[in-house]
């Protein structure tokens, strides 16, 4: 029987204009969101995709992973099979010995769900080759346990094989069996695993938006689902409560708030789940909201920060909002048909040519934003053109073809012929060369010289690739930059080339 406390009588539904005026302040911030849900009192109030995502499609959530990982963590525990107080050392006689350094002995499944592990960053990553489990109990420690705040995702990694080991199923099969198939999970969600079979517990869940929303409605209902309570309501009050103090690590005021067994503490009381790039399940008690985002804000300083308080100042108020003018809801409406990723072109453009006067869905206006050239003429000057790359072991050919919407990157990549089509006004789908992820690019004229093409990944990689190509009268410089956590190394630099 679920014992959860019964719910607030639920408000009126959130004002189409506050929901329309959030919209707007996130396109304004050039935030590269893919989803967004908001619910409150459990309540739908806003379900959008942002062209080519699309609902139900799979996205990498990185570190909502390790919210994972801690509820199968705390299931255990509720069924005795463990204790948080238990050295992590016991479970894994196989890693340790008498020379084990007596930091990690000291450290408990405790400290690592909040955190206070004794290592100060992620042990595989000093050597990926070796087994990355084993990795946590042979890396030197930097200070004793239960001390320091330090995000350390192998403590998350190896909790998660902890609860494998221990189980005889992959974490997400047990949780599917013990919480998540009663929620109604997706059954095309997986983890990817290392490269010696364990699953990424810190960062390898590969979901959809609707299943976060799953987990946010199952964190505000405090453990509880359709009568029953899956996991005790104090093991999940505990999870969400404050243990360790992040304002010294934190890199944004949002994320500066404290830490509690892998679910961290925000601004106006929130207790979010945090994945690398906005990928977020925000849930605010107090008010019964729930915000739930995927996105891709890597490289975009204090991107997060822009989203919080996007919600902070428009979102939260805007909930005692009642009247909306008449329009506001089927503006609301349109607005969220044609959500789309933003083209650099709407991004980066400096004017808007008064000679293109086709619509642009990246301005309001009714011209196409484009910064110094029109590709129709401009792309005359360097079609055909193929460059040989000088001095590059990888890279030996590179072409850039444009046409009145729509443009193609064509390269060589260790002898492999590779096209990367973008849009010139939009961001169109395909997959990205050789790897096969999907991705969307677009490009644009930086100035009469230079364009610039950025890709975004959609895949088991979420981050972007960004070229740019400076075509000088007989060469080009090309540099080749990749915000993406530990792939794709290869786009990485400057390439020059000269007519073949």
């Not at 490009?443 to 950025?454: A, H, K, Q, S, V």
Request: proline content about 6%; overall charge negative.
């Amino acid at each position: 029987m679920c014992n959860a406390s019964p719910c607030p009588p639920p408000r009126e539904e959130i004002s189409p204009d506050v929901l329309l005026r959030l919209l707007n302040r996130l396109q304004q911030a050039h935030i590269p969101l893919h989803s967004l849900h908001i619910l409150l009192h459990d309540r739908p109030q806003l379900e959008a995709y942002y062209a080519p995502c699309r609902k139900g499609q799979l996205h990498r959530m990185f570190s909502v992973s390790k919210n994972l990982t801690a509820l199968a963590v705390l299931k255990l525990c509720e069924k005795g099979i463990l204790s948080l107080d238990d050295p992590i050392c016991g479970y894994f006689p196989e890693y340790t010995n008498e020379s084990t350094h007596l930091w990690i002995r000291q450290t408990t499944l405790r400290h690592m769900l909040m955190m206070r592990s004794c290592h100060a960053s992620t042990s595989y990553k000093f050597d990926m080759t070796r087994d990355w489990v084993e990795s946590f109990f042979t890396v030197a420690p930097t200070h004793r346990p239960g001390t320091v705040f330090h995000y350390d995702t192998s403590a998350s990694h190896t909790l998660c094989a902890l609860v494998e080991k221990l189980t005889g199923q992959s974490l997400l099969d047990y949780l599917r069996e013990v919480m998540l198939g009663e929620m109604g999970w997706s059954r095309v969600s997986y983890m990817l695993t290392d490269p010696f079979g364990h699953s990424l517990g810190g960062s390898g869940l590969m979901a959809t938006a609707e299943d976060l929303v799953l987990l946010g409605r199952f964190l505000m209902q405090e453990g509880c689902w359709n009568g029953r309570q899956l996991l005790r309501r104090d093991l999940v009050a505990m999870a969400l409560t404050w243990h360790s103090a992040t304002a010294v690590t934190g890199p944004i005021t949002g994320e500066c708030q404290g830490y509690g067994y892998s679910f961290w503490q925000g601004e106006h009381e929130a207790r979010i789940c945090y994945g690398m790039g906005g990928q977020l399940i925000l849930c605010y008690p107090a008010q019964g909201l729930l915000v739930v985002t995927t996105a891709d804000t890597q490289g975009m300083n204090g991107g997060n920060q822009l989203l919080y308080d996007a919600l902070h100042q428009i979102l939260l108020p805007g909930l005692e909002s009642r009247s909306a003018p008449p329009e506001a809801r089927e503006a609301l409406w349109q607005t969220v048909s044609n959500l789309r990723l933003e083209p650099v072109a709407g991004v980066y453009a400096r004017g808007c040519d008064p000679h293109l006067r086709d619509t642009c869905p990246s301005c309001e206006g009714t011209t196409r934003p484009v910064s110094f050239l029109d590709p129709r003429t401009d792309g005359l000057r360097i079609g055909g053109k193929v460059y040989q790359i000088q001095g590059n072991e990888a890279f030996s050919m590179v072409s850039l073809e444009l046409s009145q919407d729509i443009g193609v990157l064509r390269y060589t990549l260790r002898g492999i012929p590779c096209s990367l089509p973008f849009g010139l006004y939009q961001v169109i789908p395909d997959r990205f060369p050789i790897c096969g992820m999907f991705c969307a690019s677009s490009g644009m004229w930086l100035d009469e010289n230079t364009f610039y093409i950025r890709t975004h990944l959609l895949d088991t990689s979420v981050g972007s690739i960004h070229f740019q190509l400076f075509f000088g009268e007989e060469d080009v410089i090309i540099y080749m930059k990749k915000q993406e956590e530990s792939l794709f190394e290869e786009y990485s630099g400057h390439l020059y080339g000269t007519p073949a």
